[in-house]
C-alpha cells in the first residue's frame, strides 16, 4: 500500500515516476527469470532418470519408451536388467555413473542388449553378459551392442564389457550401403568372443582400452592401417586406429 502521505501523482510526480521505472524493472526482470527457466528446462529435459530396483525386472521396455521423449537417460547406478533389445534412436545417449551402473543382459535373452543409431554415445556404464570366463568359440549369440551401416560415429567412453558369448561390439554386413563408424575410449573388455567383430567396412578408433580383441570379416585389415585388395572399391576401405590400447 502507498502511504497518503505520497500524494497522488498530480501532486508528487517525481515518486510516482520512480514507481513506475522499478515496477518496469521487475516485470523485466521476470522476463529474464522466465526465459532462463526455459532454458534449464530444455538443458534437463533430454535426460531421463532410471533408478535401479536391483531385481530382475525387466526395464527394456521403460528404456524404449524413454527415449521417445527424451534424448538420453541417466543410470543411477545398480543393476539394471534387460530381457529384450532395445532399438536406439539416433543420438540417444546412454550414461552411467561411474560404472557403478551395471546394465545385465538376461541369461534368457539371446541377440544385442541395444541396436545403436546414429550418432548414439555410451559412457560410464558396464555391460554384463553372464560369463565368468572366455567361451572356446566366437560363436555365441549374446553381445552388448550391434551397429549397422551409420554414417555417424557410436562413441563408447569408460565402459565395461564382460561375459558375451558373442561380440561384445558387431558392426553388420549391411551391404556396404554406408560406412559404420565406431569410437571406443578408455574402455575394458573381459571374458567376451570377441571386444569388436566386424562385418562392415568403416571407421574404427580404439583409445586407451584394455584387452580388446577383434575379428574381421576382411582377411586384408590390419589394426594399423587401412588395405585396398585389387578386388575393393575405395569406398570400402576398413580402417582400425588403436592409440595406446591392450589387447
Keep these: 500500500d502507498v502511504p497518503s502521505s505520497v500524494g497522488s501523482p498530480v501532486l508528487n510526480p517525481t515518486y510516482w515516476v520512480k514507481v513506475g521505472n522499478f515496477n518496469g524493472q521487475i516485470a523485466n526482470l521476470q522476463n529474464q527469470i522466465d526465459t532462463l527457466n526455459a532454458i534449464v528446462s530444455t538443458l534437463s529435459a533430454p535426460f531421463y532418470i532410471m533408478e535401479s530396483t536391483n531385481d530382475t525386472t525387466d526395464r527394456s521396455t521403460e528404456l524404449a519408451t524413454a527415449l521417445t521423449t527424451h534424448k538420453g537417460v541417466l543410470f543411477c547406478g545398480g543393476d539394471f536388467y534387460f530381457a529384450n533389445t532395445v532399438t536406439l534412436p539416433n543420438d540417444a545417449k546412454l550414461i552411467g555413473i561411474g560404472n557403478d551402473s551395471k546394465l545385465v543382459f538376461d541369461s534368457g535373452a539371446n541377440g544385442y542388449m541395444f541396436v545403436s543409431g546414429n550418432g548414439c554415445e555410451f559412457s560410464n556404464l558396464s555391460f554384463d553378459g553372464g560369463l565368468t570366463a572366455k ?7 549374446r553381445g552388448a551392442l550391434k551397429i549397422d551401416g551409420l554414417t555417424t560415429p557410436a562413441k563408447v567412453v569408460n565402459c565395461h564389457f564382460n561375459g558375451f558369448s558373442a561380440s561384445a561390439i558387431y558392426v553388420v554386413d549391411s551391404g556396404y550401403a554406408n560406412l559404420s563408424s565406431l569410437v571406443v575410449i578408455g574402455s575394458y573388455f573381459q571374458y567376451n568372443g570377441n571386444g569388436l567383430h566386424c562385418d562392415e ?17 576382411n582377411p586384408q585389415t590390419s589394426y594399423a592401417s587401412s588395405v585396398l585388395s585389387p578386388t575393393q ?5 576398413t580402417r582400425f586406429r588403436l592409440f595406446s590400447s591392450v589387447r
Excluded at 567361451?135 to 549369440?141: A, E, F, I, S, V
Excluded at 572399391?233 to 576401405?237: A, L, M, N
Design 233 to 237: 572399391e575405395p569406398s570400402r576401405i
Design 201 to 217: 567396412h568403416g571407421e574404427y578408433a580404439i583409445i586407451n582400452t584394455s584387452y580388446f580383441s577383434l575379428n574381421s570379416r
Design 135 to 141: 567361451p572356446n568359440d566366437n560363436l555365441g549369440t
